[in-house]
């Protein structure tokens, strides 16, 4: 049951999901949505975050500063899912509780199991296959929600090119806005399939499409030796990988104006990369970029649904009147 400080944090925690899941409601069935993040780490006691897929969700736990029973932590978790699930209105064992922790350098999160829970759900009238059981993420970074309608706007008959391209989800808004071709990069054969799947799920035009399993520096490359040429670039690496599938590793803070560098020798002249970074630590500084110029967008690119800092994203080209013009959709 819980002690009597844990049963006020649950009853706190109850009230805050019902009336932000309410007041989110609305919003959603104006957009066509019906995924969305619906609580935040709002009470400082209750270090959760909580996501709403249609009729599921993933809490998830994020590791406290201090040593607690793990079996104690257990119980307090066990009262603070089914407080969503009632909130909710949804099945207790439809919430998947999920630990989020800081990982050491050199460290990644695997695949988590094979129950394979999947749903597909709607976002600003687009589809998405999402895997509830086996990942920490579900395959779409809710997040980008504003970026990738951005690129949606911006892409009708553009080249777009999207790296470290995940589960396609740039890709499908790209091609629902009418892109004139879409090449997405991954070095992972499980997401290029994902993304092969939400196309598809759409009705999207596939000829139009095309999947790449490389690292992304090495496809730069050969793209800039072959004089290929692209209008919209998508740029969100991992903050980390050392993936043995690829070239060294990746550290976007330390790498970061390299990648850069390396898309701006692929972008034609009157196009943008769309630079974005979860990594708090990155420290962007312009004059590593000679010539380019950049917009700061973070401020817009971050939904009213998440914290203000979840992520960080830039404009970046050559020509600073087009992306000062650049609208970044609500």
């Not at 607690?68 to 009632?86: C, G, H, I, T, V």
């Not at 990942?135 to 553009?158: N, T």
Request: proline letters at 4%; charged letters at 30%.
């Amino acid at each position: 049951m819980g002690d009597a400080k844990e049963l006020e944090q649950r009853d706190f925690f109850k009230n805050r999901l019902v009336k932000r899941d309410k007041h989110l409601r609305k919003w959603a069935k104006r957009s066509d949505t019906d995924c969305y993040r619906v609580y935040d780490r709002d009470i400082p006691e209750v270090p959760l975050a909580l996501d709403r897929y249609a009729d599921s969700a993933i809490l998830y736990h994020y590791e406290r500063p201090y040593e607690k029973d793990p079996l104690e932590e257990d119980a307090w978790l066990a009262l603070m899912r089914e407080a969503a699930a009632d909130a909710l209105a949804i099945k207790p064992e439809l919430v998947f509780v999920k630990t989020r922790r800081k990982l050491g350098l050199e460290e990644q999160y695997e695949k988590e199991g094979r129950r394979n829970v999947s749903r597909v759900v709607r976002e600003q009238g687009l589809q998405f296959l999402v895997n509830l059981s086996d990942y920490l993420d579900s395959g779409l970074f809710m997040d980008h929600r504003p970026s990738r309608a951005l690129v949606r706007a911006q892409a009708g008959g553009k080249r777009v090119l999207n790296l470290y391209a995940y589960t396609g989800s740039f890709s499908v808004y790209a091609l629902a806005g009418g892109a004139s071709e879409v090449c997405s990069v991954d070095l992972s054969n499980n997401y290029i399939a994902w993304a092969d799947d939400n196309i598809r799920l759409n009705g999207l035009a596939e000829e139009r499409y095309r999947a790449v399993r490389a690292d992304v520096q090495v496809f730069l490359r050969e793209a800039r030796a072959k004089g290929s040429r692209y209008d919209i670039i998508i740029l969100d690496p991992p903050t980390f990988s050392n993936s043995k599938k690829m070239e060294g590793f990746l550290d976007v803070n330390r790498h970061w104006p390299e990648l850069v560098r390396d898309c701006l020798a692929v972008l034609s002249p009157d196009g943008f990369i769309l630079f974005s970074t979860n990594s708090r630590k990155l420290a962007f500084d312009t004059s590593l970029l000679p010539g380019a110029a950049t917009r700061d967008i973070s401020v817009y690119s971050v939904p009213m649904d998440y914290r203000p800092q979840q992520h960080k994203a830039w404009l970046i080209g050559t020509n600073e009147i087009l992306l000062s013009e650049i609208k970044v959709p609500s």
